[in-house]
Protein backbone atom coordinates (compact mmCIF):
# COMPACT_ATOMS: atom_id res chain seq x y z
CA UNK A 1 0.00 0.00 0.00
CA UNK A 2 1.53 3.47 -0.79
CA UNK A 3 0.93 6.01 2.21
CA UNK A 4 0.49 9.83 1.21
CA UNK A 5 0.95 12.66 3.44
CA UNK A 6 0.23 16.13 2.62
CA UNK A 7 1.70 19.31 4.21
CA UNK A 8 2.41 23.06 3.50
CA UNK A 9 -1.79 24.30 3.66
CA UNK A 10 -2.62 27.46 5.17
CA UNK A 11 -4.01 31.14 5.33
CA UNK A 12 -2.19 33.32 2.59
CA UNK A 13 -3.01 36.12 0.90
CA UNK A 14 -3.94 36.86 -2.48
CA UNK A 15 -0.91 37.05 -4.93
CA UNK A 16 0.82 34.93 -2.59
CA UNK A 17 2.79 31.47 -2.87
CA UNK A 18 2.45 28.51 -1.11
CA UNK A 19 4.42 25.15 -1.70
CA UNK A 20 2.94 22.03 -0.74
CA UNK A 21 4.50 18.38 0.19
CA UNK A 22 3.55 14.67 -0.21
CA UNK A 23 5.82 12.46 1.72
CA UNK A 24 5.22 9.14 -0.05
CA UNK A 25 5.65 5.71 2.15
CA UNK A 26 5.36 2.42 0.74
CA UNK A 27 6.22 0.54 -2.33
CA UNK A 28 8.80 2.10 -4.46
CA UNK A 29 6.92 4.44 -6.84
CA UNK A 30 8.98 3.87 -10.10
CA UNK A 31 6.06 2.71 -11.82
CA UNK A 32 3.73 5.02 -10.69
CA UNK A 33 2.20 8.57 -11.69
CA UNK A 34 1.76 11.11 -8.54
CA UNK A 35 -1.23 14.08 -9.53
CA UNK A 36 -2.25 16.66 -7.41
CA UNK A 37 -5.96 17.37 -7.56
CA UNK A 38 -7.96 20.07 -4.79
CA UNK A 39 -11.45 20.24 -3.98
CA UNK A 40 -13.61 23.26 -3.11
CA UNK A 41 -16.59 23.02 -0.81
CA UNK A 42 -19.29 22.10 -3.15
CA UNK A 43 -17.25 21.58 -5.81
CA UNK A 44 -15.85 17.85 -7.51
CA UNK A 45 -12.26 17.14 -7.15
CA UNK A 46 -10.04 19.18 -9.61
CA UNK A 47 -7.18 17.35 -11.64
CA UNK A 48 -4.45 19.87 -11.54
CA UNK A 49 -1.22 18.28 -13.42
CA UNK A 50 0.61 14.89 -13.11
CA UNK A 51 3.87 13.43 -13.01
CA UNK A 52 5.84 10.39 -13.60
CA UNK A 53 7.73 9.27 -10.25
CA UNK A 54 10.38 8.14 -12.42
CA UNK A 55 10.44 11.92 -14.04
CA UNK A 56 8.82 13.12 -17.36
CA UNK A 57 5.39 12.64 -18.29
CA UNK A 58 4.58 16.24 -16.40
CA UNK A 59 1.13 17.58 -17.55
CA UNK A 60 -0.80 20.45 -16.11
CA UNK A 61 -4.39 21.38 -16.70
CA UNK A 62 -4.71 24.48 -18.32
CA UNK A 63 -6.73 26.92 -16.25
CA UNK A 64 -3.36 26.50 -13.47
CA UNK A 65 -0.75 25.65 -15.91
CA UNK A 66 1.01 29.31 -15.87
CA UNK A 67 0.59 29.61 -12.22
CA UNK A 68 2.00 26.04 -10.74
CA UNK A 69 5.05 23.67 -10.94
CA UNK A 70 5.18 20.38 -9.66
CA UNK A 71 8.13 18.07 -8.99
CA UNK A 72 9.84 14.73 -7.18
CA UNK A 73 12.39 14.35 -4.56
CA UNK A 74 13.46 11.40 -5.21
CA UNK A 75 15.37 10.98 -2.41
CA UNK A 76 13.60 11.77 0.67
CA UNK A 77 9.97 10.32 -1.31
CA UNK A 78 8.68 13.81 -1.49
CA UNK A 79 6.35 15.07 -4.38
CA UNK A 80 5.71 18.65 -4.51
CA UNK A 81 3.24 21.26 -5.70
CA UNK A 82 4.44 25.29 -6.08
CA UNK A 83 1.65 27.36 -6.36
CA UNK A 84 2.33 31.12 -7.92
CA UNK A 85 -0.01 34.24 -7.44
CA UNK A 86 -2.44 32.97 -5.58
CA UNK A 87 -5.67 33.76 -5.88
CA UNK A 88 -9.19 33.87 -3.54
CA UNK A 89 -10.60 30.85 -6.28
CA UNK A 90 -7.47 28.99 -5.14
CA UNK A 91 -8.65 27.76 -1.79
CA UNK A 92 -10.02 24.42 -1.41
CA UNK A 93 -8.22 20.99 0.10
CA UNK A 94 -5.50 20.12 -1.84
CA UNK A 95 -4.86 16.49 -2.35
CA UNK A 96 -1.91 14.27 -3.67
CA UNK A 97 -2.64 10.82 -5.17
CA UNK A 98 -0.71 7.87 -7.05
CA UNK A 99 -1.51 5.38 -9.78
CA UNK A 100 0.03 3.15 -11.05
CA UNK A 101 0.85 3.35 -14.81
CA UNK A 102 -0.57 1.19 -17.40
CA UNK A 103 -1.18 1.54 -21.46
CA UNK A 104 -3.83 3.87 -22.15
CA UNK A 105 -4.23 5.14 -18.95
CA UNK A 106 -6.03 8.46 -18.59
CA UNK A 107 -4.03 10.82 -15.58
CA UNK A 108 -6.07 13.19 -15.11
CA UNK A 109 -8.90 11.59 -13.91
CA UNK A 110 -9.40 10.81 -10.34
CA UNK A 111 -10.54 6.93 -11.40
CA UNK A 112 -6.93 6.27 -12.04
CA UNK A 113 -5.27 7.29 -8.99
CA UNK A 114 -5.42 4.59 -6.43
CA UNK A 115 -3.81 6.08 -3.39
CA UNK A 116 -4.86 9.16 -1.53
CA UNK A 117 -3.52 11.35 0.64
CA UNK A 118 -6.06 12.88 3.09
CA UNK A 119 -5.76 16.24 2.37
CA UNK A 120 -4.07 20.05 3.12
CA UNK A 121 -6.14 23.21 3.50
CA UNK A 122 -5.37 26.58 1.39
CA UNK A 123 -6.90 28.97 2.02
CA UNK A 124 -6.46 32.36 -0.16
CA UNK A 125 -7.69 35.91 1.26
CA UNK A 126 -8.21 38.75 -0.75
Known amino acids: QVQLVESGGGLVQSGGSLRLSCAAS????????MGWFRQASGKEREFLGS????????YYTDSVKDRIAISTDNTRNILHLQMNSLKPDDTATYYCAAGRLFGGAVTTQTSFYRFWGQGTQVTVSS
Open 51 to 58: IAWSGGLS
Open 26 to 33: GPPLDAYV
